[in-house]
């Protein structure tokens, strides 16, 4: 199969200006400033069926669309890069080993939509892709890719790095606009939503790493091409990030579809020490659970939803049979509750209650009712929020004690992990 | 116009209303913290959510725009168990604090637990801790472990004050409400954040342990501390005298009027009600050659009818604009036109201080238009020729009604002219250097001991009503100047304020038109006279 | 205030603040240019802030207190920043810490008694692939650790092995 993005991850290696432009780069944004008015390209994409990769899934042409341009304000372009969903790594490679993909997927985005005005959203931890990021910005200023007239054309585009200071929830989209304005993380009530009320009130196009660098290979090889590389409605190859107990850890560029056992036996290399796989998360810390009898399912975001659960950022972590299953809801649970921003009162109240109630039957205190009060609780917390933070710690908080009840009585009960090994066997 | 339909009820409501306002419209209760119709709608509660047809996730009523066609559902069993775990969540963390809250008894936490909740805790962690007790200010006192983080709190300092001094600090269930470290929540509105606060992290310190408020009864009023006449409530206790020192009122709270002061009062209003029960006259008082006596009403009134009488036409009387419509027109019928005395004066009751562009007038006084528009102004350059005569020794006596001239009057030399007369009345409800020279001291009621109406300064007639009885013998001073009327052969056939006012109604043409009744609680319609100051809407009945 | 923004701040804070549309949007950056500076900020600092970009002191209250990347004390000169979010923990994270706990006698938010050490457990840094791992002075991704790395870190940044109690 052949490798679009991560063909470039070769380890040290940047890929500044000129070996981009020596690869070939640039191209699209030339074909599309040569060949297609704004309107087409939203068009095109949409055929391509490029979906939100940062988690959602949602159809990228489509949300274009909902841009309105006759407000008399001006659009604005935010690409998400705050990486924060646990699990995932992908946009880094992308931004350290091949910024200016990045930045060419960033100006088609913004001819399309009319926009003159960027922001690139970093998360704050990510040191050394910043400075990567910071001077293929520079060299496309000094260039003429950026700032006024760029490609020559009568078209301008100013593009700011702005580095967040640690916050996941800042890694969601009002969020990540709250956070751009200088404010505290906390999402917005929507409707309205970014596209049509978005940064300092104005029609936003908000946009993960990954899906804009997908962008420039629709222009330069076509929709159609790009769509049926994936699956059904799912076009085009994903950068899955895989992590846990599998032999070889990393990035694996892959088909929208691909199945789960594919990714993790196949390019992951299988499970350390050949252990029996014992659980999945396919999407990111945010997604359902699957065990290992449920891993020949197609890793896109249709098939995944329908299966309870999501393909969310890609994020796949791999546990074998020496995983405790409470201890690692645990470590799940401590993240949302870490993060949560505080907003509103399911989710700040419930993800630290749950938290409490984890940490006490993962030291021996476990008492009769906790494990139904647990799937009592996510059942308030999911739906009921202005984000979907408290969604997101729901849904595995749902999966884990449903697909791994015994373990979970066994911790109550008896205070400690079973002999997980005899656990497997029965 | 959006035509909706919740619980079955139809309602045709403006663009733009949200689902709670039409709700409310319909008298259907959903309840919620977060929301407040004089802030930006902040949808953090989540306690209002209710069912939409066609929506799969429920919806929060304060947020949700009314559409033509929606049906909204808010009791329905998932609607119900939804709000029974948002409680829940709610209370989590709270601490078991009623026992020594001040906000029992008014606590939305209480009160929707006992209509929302009704479940066994299952809470067995630890709660998380949160300073307690830490005054953010000279008004308010905050716990932070009480704080359900709704921001309204926040929001009134944003939006309403300006003044931006609270914030809500560190992220998840570890956020607190609090000040920049330094600095305080000291602006002129401070305390309406503790009205709107639904629990008791922010409570107020002049209330604080003083008194549970199931005790409280209360009465409308209206705040007589400037002339825009913010509408009240008054507090007060009468059920545990032992638990207050005898004092009656507790505290004072806004009362909502749409187009006087909204939701709030300012500070000076809120807490300027100590005079109530402090520092009162009690008794009428006679001094002779600095020697006090007192008197009853039965004894006191002939003598002062007779100095009146025997100083013909040569004394003045100093009205006050703290007096109401009722009394200055009595006033005015009895000096100016029955005992023909020409030196009658209106003089403001307190001097003038600071104004800002949302509440606060300069005007101290709560019926200046009111005196105005009965014909009355304060005329300098009389008032100093009347004290000069008084020096001369020209004039007899004095009739004060409230006002301090001692202090208040530009003029340096009052206390002579004072002293250069043979008698001097001072009708009033608190003690005051006058009331230590006047040969006469007559004690009345305050506002809430008597009923009347203020004329604010837009022209706005509003009515207060008698809360409590006066303290000692004092009278309302209308009924004083009847009683004085009969002692001058006088009969005004008054036995309540509201005949005066009907009298005055017919006499002045301003009032034309204008009953009781018609006043209401919300005061008159303005909408006829030129530029009243804050843009005049319907006047619903609209009380949050 | 002119005391904290220096002119070299200052035209430095300028610079930053042309790139926003509103003087607050600059907010995170011109903290970062500030802690940069200072090393941590000062309740101080955050007033001068507050007063440089014409917002309410209590709103960069909020935002020091809201994001986990600004230190409101002196830092530690070096510091440990160990992942402890699932990946991390299925890995051995917690053990990592344990050991660092050991040798340096403190625990995960303390900082040694000469200021020069400090542990802080962190969550998901986007560097799952390397796990277990931490980041080292808010700057590079190390790992996957083992219990050996830790010792040559610690001797790489100085660290005197504490004395077994």
């Known amino acids: 199969m052949e490798k679009l993005i991560s063909k470039y991850f070769i380890p040290g290696k940047t890929f500044f200006l000129t070996d981009y432009l020596a690869d070939g780069g640039y191209k699209a944004v030339r074909t599309v400033f040569e060949k297609y008015q704004a309107k087409e390209v939203i068009d095109l994409v949409k055929q391509s069926n490029l979906r939100g990769l940062g988690g959602a899934g949602f159809p990228c042409g489509m949300k274009w669309s909902f841009v309105p341009q006759n407000t008399g304000r001006p659009v604005y372009l935010v690409v998400n890069a705050d990486e924060g969903e646990p699990g995932t790594f992908k946009d880094k490679y992308i931004i350290f080993h091949v910024p200016h993909l990045l930045l060419e997927g960033i100006i088609i985005a913004a001819y399309a939509n009319n926009v003159h005005k960027a922001y690139i959203y970093i998360r704050g931890e990510y040191v050394e892709p910043y400075e990567k990021l910071k001077k293929a910005v520079e060299e496309a200023y000094a260039k003429g890719f950026l700032g006024k007239n760029i490609f020559g054309k009568s078209y301008d585009l100013d593009l700011v790095i702005h580095r967040g200071a640690g916050a996941y929830i800042c890694g969601e989209e009002t969020g990540l606009l709250e956070s751009l304005e200088g404010k505290k993380g906390f999402p917005r009530l929507k409707p309205p939503f970014p596209a049509v009320v978005g940064l300092f009130g104005c029609p936003t196009v908000i946009n993960n790493v990954e899906t804009l660098s997908y962008v420039p290979y629709i222009v330069n090889r076509g929709a159609e091409w790009f769509a049926k590389l994936g699956s059904d409605k799912n076009g085009g190859l994903r950068l899955f990030s895989v992590s846990g107990h599998v032999k070889k850890p990393g990035v694996y560029e892959l088909p929208l579809g691909v199945s789960l056992r594919e990714i993790i036996y196949e390019h992951a290399g299988g499970i350390c020490e050949d252990r029996k796989l014992k659980a999945v998360v396919p999407g990111g810390l945010s997604a359902a659970i699957f065990t290992a009898d449920e891993i020949d399912i197609g890793m896109d975001f249709d098939q995944l939803r329908n299966k309870g659960t999501m393909a969310g950022s890609g994020g796949v972590i791999v546990m074998d049979e020496t995983t405790c299953m409470v201890k690692a809801l645990l470590a799940t649970m401590r993240f949302f509750a870490h993060e949560s921003c505080g907003q509103c009162s399911p989710c700040r109240e419930g993800t630290g209650w749950v938290h409490r109630i984890l940490e006490r039957i993962a030291k021996g205190g476990g008492r009769g009712k906790d494990i139904e009060t647990l799937l009592d609780i996510c059942s308030f917390m999911g739906g009921t929020t202005i984000c979907a933070l408290a969604d997101g710690a729901a849904m595995p908080l749902r999966s884990y004690p449903t697909k791994f009840r015994e373990e979970f009585e066994y911790h109550v009960k008896e205070g400690k992990c079973p002999d997980l090994l005899l656990m497997e066997k029965q | 116009m959006p035509r909706l339909t919740i619980d079955g009820k139809a309602i045709e409501v403006p663009k733009g209303t949200r689902v709670i306002e039409a709700a409310k419209k319909l008298e259907t209760d959903i309840p919620y913290y977060c929301y407040h119709p004089g802030l930006s709608i902040a949808g953090n509660c989540r306690m209002c959510l209710v069912e939409v047809e066609k929506m799969p996730k429920l919806q929060i009523a304060c947020h949700m725009e009314a559409m033509d066609g929606m049906v909204v559902r808010t009791n329905t069993e998932k609607v119900l168990k939804t709000r029974q775990h948002i409680l829940e969540f709610l209370l989590v963390n709270h601490p078991l604090d009623c026992t020594v809250c001040d906000q029992a008894g008014e606590c939305w936490l209480q009160d929707y637990y006992m209509k929302h909740g009704l479940y066994d805790s299952r809470v067995n962690e630890n709660k998380v801790k949160k300073p307690k007790a830490v005054s953010l200010g000279p008004t308010v006192m905050l716990d932070a472990e009480r704080c359900i983080l709704c921001s309204r709190c926040v929001r009134f300092t944003d939006e309403i004050s300006k003044t931006s001094e609270l914030g809500i600090v560190n992220r998840g269930d570890h956020g607190e409400i609090t000040v920049f470290p330094g600095k305080e929540l000291k602006n002129p509105y401070s305390g309406n954040v503790v009205d709107i606060c639904p629990v008791g992290a922010l409570t107020d310190k002049d209330f604080r342990f003083k008194m549970r408020v199931w005790y409280l009864k209360s009465g409308d009023s209206i705040c007589t501390g400037c002339a825009r006449g913010c509408n009240i409530q008054v507090q007060y206790n009468l059920d545990r005298p032992h638990h207050t020192k005898g004092d009656r009122v507790m505290r004072i709270k806004p009362r909502f009027n749409e187009n006087v002061n909204k939701w709030w009062i300012c500070d000076e209003g809120r807490y300027g009600y100590k005079f109530h029960d402090y520092n009162r006259i009690l008794m009428p008082l006679k001094r002779v050659l600095g020697k006090v006596e007192e008197l009853t009403w039965h004894k006191i009134l002939p003598e002062v009818a007779h100095g009146l009488t025997s100083a013909k036409n040569k004394f003045g009387v100093f009205l006050s604009s703290q007096l109401s419509n009722e009394e200055l027109f009595l006033a005015k019928n009895l000096f100016k036109d029955k005992l023909k005395i020409e030196n009658v004066f209106l003089v403001p009751g307190s001097p003038p201080g600071f104004q800002d562009d949302f509440l606060i007038r300069a005007d101290k006084n709560p019926n200046s238009k009111g005196a105005e528009m009965l014909g009355f102004a304060t005329e300098d350059k009389e008032i100093h020729a009347f004290l000069a005569d008084c020096e001369k020794g020209l004039m007899k006596g004095i009739v004060v009604f409230g006002s301090d001239i001692l202090t208040g009057l530009k003029e340096k030399k009052v206390l002579q002219a004072v002293q250069k007369l043979e008698w001097s009345v001072f009708i009033g409800s608190n003690h005051n250097l006058m009331s230590e020279y006047a040969s006469f001291v007559l004690p009345s009621a305050t506002f809430i001991e008597k009923d009347g109406t203020f004329t604010n300064f837009e022209g706005r007639v509003q009515k207060f009503e008698k809360i409590l009885e006066p303290l000692g013998e004092a009278e309302p001073e209308w009924r004083i100047l009847v009683t004085l009327a009969r002692e001058l052969g006088i009969h005004f056939h008054f036995d309540r304020t509201e005949e005066i006012f009907k009298a005055l109604v017919l006499n002045v043409d301003f009032f034309k038109g204008m009953t009781y009744e018609k006043l209401g609680t919300g005061g008159s319609d303005i909408r006829s006279m030129a530029a009243p100051t804050i843009p005049a809407l319907e006047q619903d009945a609209n009380i949050l | ?165």
Not at chain 3, 31 to 37: I, T
Not at chain 3, 44 to 59: Q, R, S
């Open chain 3, 1 to 165: 205030m002119n005391t904290i923004f220096t002119p070299e701040i200052k035209i430095k804070a300028d610079a930053i603040v042309a790139q926003y549309e509103t003087r607050r949007a600059s907010i995170l950056e011109i903290l970062r240019l500030l802690q940069e500076h200072y090393g941590h900020i000062t309740l101080e600092m955050e007033e001068a802030a507050a007063h440089y970009l014409e917002i309410p002191a209590i709103n960069v209250r909020e935002v020091m207190t809201f994001y986990s990347l600004f230190y409101s004390e002196p830092k530690a000169k070096t510091r440990f920043q160990v992942c402890r979010t699932l990946t991390c923990a299925l890995l051995g994270g917690e053990e990592m810490v344990k050991h660092l706990q050991e040798k340096l006698g403190i625990k995960p938010g303390e900082k040694t008694a000469d200021g020069k050490f400090s542990i802080q457990t962190v969550e998901c840094l986007g560097a799952c692939e390397i796990a277990p791992m931490m980041q080292l002075n808010d700057k590079e991704y190390i790992g996957p650790l083992t219990k050996e790395k830790i010792d040559e870190l610690l001797q790489a940044t100085g660290c005197k092995p504490q004395a077994r109690t």
